[in-house]
């Protein structure tokens, strides 16, 4: 019997200027908890995995020099939609944590949600089925 990969099908890779500053933000302020941190010799991160509350996996490195994130360019370059239960607490923890959030807003009776940028612009979309 082949081994079976423990990751989703599809599995997000965001690639981020100080991917460490990154990781160590989505973990205290978003509640993601590290998985992989695989770093160079002068420290950087080259590779990471983040785990969501139910198992969901994100990836994040650092590309080096020269790369131009959301945030340098000026503008939201993809969305990244989670599930989670107890938005209103995911949210206010978010705040505590300095970041600037949305509003929560309904989507035709199916969800909840609310969006955040991380400190690079990356967005999040934190979304609880109703």
């Known amino acids: 019997m082949p081994e079976q990969n423990p990751d989703p099908p599809v599995v997000p890779y965001l690639l981020y200027a100080d991917a ?11 509640g993601f908890t590290e998985r ?9 991160v ?11 996996v994100i990836m994040l490195g650092s ?17 990244v939609c989670v599930t989670i239960t107890d938005l209103p607490g995911h949210r206010d923890r978010a705040r505590a944590g300095g970041a600037a959030v949305s509003e929560i807003g309904a989507r035709a009776n199916r969800a909840r ?8 612009g990356h967005r999040w979309y934190f979304s609880e089925p109703l």
């Open 46 to 56: 080259r590779h990471a995995e983040l785990l969501t509350g139910d198992g969901g």
């Open 63 to 79: 590309p080096g020099p020269g790369f131009r994130g959301p945030a340098k360019l000026g503008e939201v370059t993809q969305l």
């Open 20 to 30: 460490g500053a990154a990781m160590d933000w989505l973990i205290k302020v978003l």
């Open 113 to 120: 949600s609310y969006t955040v940028d991380d400190p690079e």
């Open 36 to 44: 992989a941190r695989d770093a160079r010799d002068d420290g950087t």
